[in-house]
Every structure is written in structure tokens, then in C-alpha cells.
């Protein structure tokens, strides 16, 4: 199935299992990349998952079929996030090189080997509903948050994927850093801002750094 426009986006956390076969999963990864597939591996840390890969590909039958590949390998998903890449509606007045990049991004970036990934979603509360917020207001705020996101400029590159109707949070939050305490730094800088402090939400954090599949099993 092809979308119209951006790419489909797949996180997969996984843990190997007995039954891991090394050189199955390398050959599910290696399959995808020469299907188009943009594929991004990470070692994880935690009890939460040992194996994050993200892929990126207009056609979301290449990524079923590598999930498959994964899971046939004998790797065991026990997370996972589905979005779909997008222009965010405060951002449509970017420049068209950077909204193309927005749409179809180029990764991973270089030099910036740490790597973070969770979901997030604004709030609908009677006190603080982001989507009963007129247009203006959230846009000054996502200015507010642009302007703090920019003073990491050069240590961080976010990528916002977009999930509503297609899992359980509204965006996945992928974050590729120079080091872990810019992660931490940018998100607890972030929790300040008005549309994280009053409006965010927030699913499972996972954080480790970026790797080859072939060193993680
Ligand atoms: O695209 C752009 O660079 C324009 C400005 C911008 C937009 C529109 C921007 C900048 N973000 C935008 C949209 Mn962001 N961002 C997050 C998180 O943990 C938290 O509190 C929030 C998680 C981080 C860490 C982060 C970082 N951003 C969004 C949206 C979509 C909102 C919508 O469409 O309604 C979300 C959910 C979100 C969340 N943001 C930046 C950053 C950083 C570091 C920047 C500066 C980018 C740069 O320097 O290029």
C-alpha cells in the first residue's frame, strides 16, 4: 500500500530471543534497505527493549515485510509505534526545501549518535483542550517551542511523525542527539513551554544509541 505523499514510519522495540537467528535479521534489514526502505537500528537500554528499529518507506507492504523478516528471525516485538511523516500545520510556511525534508527526511543525522523515542499526545480536558485552543494561541505556543527546540541547534534533530487514527498517541517523538544529556536536557527544558506543561502527554520513553544490527545480537 503506497501513500500519497511523506513515508509511513515503523518503530519496532524488540529483544531477541533463543531462537535469534543473526543472520536472518541482517538479511531482513539488508532486504528492506534494497526495497527503499530507509532503516534505522539502535541499541537500547532498560528492561523495556534491547533492539529499536525505525523504518521509513512510501510503501507500508515493505514495511510489513520486514517486520515479518524480524519476527520470522526470531526477534520478539514488544513495543511498537506506527506514524506517518508530515508538515506540521505551524510549520507550513517553511521554506520548500525544508518541508520536503520534513516529509522525506534524510536518516540518520550525522554526528549525533544518541537516540530517544516516545509518543506523545496534547491534552482534551475540560481545563487545558489544545484542540478547542484557537489556531493563534497554539501557534504562539509551538513558537514559544520552536524558539526553546532552536537553542539546541546543531546537538538535536527531532523528528515529529504524526499517529493520529493510526495508534494510540497523536505524534512519535524521534530525537537524534549528540550525547544522553542533551536528550535530557531538551525534554526537560521543553516540559516549561506551554504546549509540553499545560498540554503534553506522553506513552513510554526509550533511549540508547544509534548501532549496526550486526553489533546488537
Ligand atoms: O519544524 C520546525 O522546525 C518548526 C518549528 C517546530 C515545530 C512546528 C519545532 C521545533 N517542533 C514543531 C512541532 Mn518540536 N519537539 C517536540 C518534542 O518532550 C516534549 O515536551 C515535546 C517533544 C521535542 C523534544 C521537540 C524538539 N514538536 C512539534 C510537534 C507537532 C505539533 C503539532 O503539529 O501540533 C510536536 C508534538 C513536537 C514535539 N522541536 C523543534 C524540537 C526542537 C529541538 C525544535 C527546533 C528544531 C530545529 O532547530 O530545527
Request: charged share 20%; proline share 5%.
Amino acid at each position: 500500500m503506497l501513500m500519497e505523499e511523506g513515508v509511513g514510519v515503523v518503530h519496532l522495540l524488540a529483544k531477541p530471543t533463543p531462537g535469534t537467528d543473526r543472520e536472518a535479521v541482517i538479511a531482513a534489514v539488508k532486504q528492506a534497505e534494497a526495497d527503499g526502505c530507509q532503516v534505522i537500528t539502535a541499541s537500547m537500554l532498560g528492561h523495556k527493549a534491547d533492539v529499536c528499529v525505525m523504518a521509513l518507506s512510501p510503501d507500508w507492504s515493505v514495511l510489513r515485510a520486514l517486520q515479518t523478516g524480524l519476527q520470522r528471525a526470531g526477534l520478539e516485538v514488544v513495543d511498537s509505534y506506527v506514524s506517518i511523516t508530515e508538515v506540521s500545520e505551524y510549520a507550513k510556511g517553511l521554506p520548500e526545501q525544508m518541508l520536503k525534508d520534513r516529509l522525506y527526511p534524510n536518516l540518520p543525522p550525522e554526528g549525533l549518535p544518541a537516540f530517544c523515542f516516545y509518543p506523545m499526545s496534547k491534552k482534551r480536558e475540560a481545563h487545558a483542550n489544545w484542540f478547542a485552543t484557537p489556531f493563534e494561541d497554539r501557534k504562539s505556543m509551538m513558537m514559544e517551542h520552536g524558539t526553546s527546540g532552536r537553542k539546541f541547534a546543531g546537538q538535536l534533530v527531532q523528528l515529529i511523525t504524526a499517529s493520529s487514527g493510526l495508534d494510540d498517541f497523536e505524534w512519535g517523538v524521534t530525537l537524534f542527539a549528540k550525547s544522553p544529556e542533551v536528550v535530557k536536557n531538551v525534554v526537560y527544558t521543553m516540559r516549561f513551554d506551554e504546549a509540553s506543561a499545560l498540554f503534553g502527554e506522553f506513552g513510554d520513553f526509550y533511549v540508547g544509541y544509534l548501532d549496526y544490527i550486526e553489533n546488537m545480537l
